[in-house]
Each structure stands twice: as structure tokens, then as C-alpha cells.
């Protein structure tokens, strides 16, 4: 099981910025599939960015404002989220799986390990 620990969130104002980081202990995250995924209370866990060897993904609701990158080690994935809307309040978990198919794909898919997440609030 591939252990992920999501960091960097908070309480943002609409129209700030932030950097998500998703780090792995004892593995590279480079041969992975990658996804940024959220929840908001009362709605389904959704797919924001992902990233494969193919390319990336996002959805229409966070195209042109979030980015999804590795760093250099492969060790660390980042989101970075800028323009926050309040919508885009809720709690961010990454995840890992094996890299097959298109980054689309990955957003979509089933997965079931989750961490704990890290929780984002945008408020003014």
C-alpha cells in the first residue's frame, strides 16, 4: 500500500492562492499515476488534476487555475491552486495508482486508500 501524506492547506480568501503537497515516504511517486482529488460535504469525491506519463488532466471547473507538478526528487507532488473560488472549498487527498492509461482516466477512477486529507476553506 503506497503511503501519502497531503499537506499545505487552510483558510484562503477568494481570488488567493495555494500550494497542496503530497509527499511519499520510501517510494518515488514518478512511475505513478497521480490525483488530486476533493470532497465537499454532501458531494461525491471528485478528480481536480492528475498527472501520468501521458499527461494531464483537469476538470473544466478548475482548468486554468490549478496545476498539478512532481518535483525534481519524485517525491513530492504539488497542486497548486490559484483564482480560489468558494466552490472550491473542501477536503484534498492524493492519490497513487499505476500509471495505465490517460491522466482523465485516472481522475475517474475507482480508488479506495485514502489518507486524511488536507482541508481547504475559502472564505472572506
Known amino acids: 500500500q503506497l503511503q501519502l501524506v497531503e499537506s499545505g492547506g487552510g483558510l484562503v480568501q477568494p481570488g488567493g492562492s495555494l500550494r497542496l503537497s503530497c509527499a511519499a515516504s520510501?517510494?518515488?511517486?514518478?512511475?505513478?499515476?497521480i490525483g488530486w482529488f476533493r470532497q465537499a460535504p454532501g458531494k461525491e469525491r471528485e478528480g481536480v488534476a492528475c498527472?501520468?506519463?501521458?499527461?494531464?488532466y483537469y476538470p473544466w471547473s478548475v482548468k486554468d487555475r490549478f496545476t498539478i507538478s512532481r518535483n525534481n526528487a519524485g517525491d513530492t507532488v504539488y497542486l497548486q491552486m490559484n483564482r480560489i473560488e468558494p466552490e472550491d472549498t473542501a477536503i484534498y487527498y492524493c492519490?497513487?495508482?499505476?500509471?495505465?492509461?490517460?491522466?482523465?482516466?485516472?481522475?475517474?477512477?475507482?480508488?479506495?486508500?485514502w489518507g486524511q486529507g488536507t482541508q481547504v476553506t475559502v472564505s472572506s
Open positions: 492519490a497513487a495508482d499505476v500509471d495505465l492509461g490517460t491522466a482523465q482516466a485516472m481522475c475517474t477512477r475507482e480508488l479506495s486508500d
Open positions: 520510501g517510494f518515488t511517486l514518478n512511475y505513478y499515476a
Open positions: 498527472i501520468t506519463s501521458l499527461g494531464t
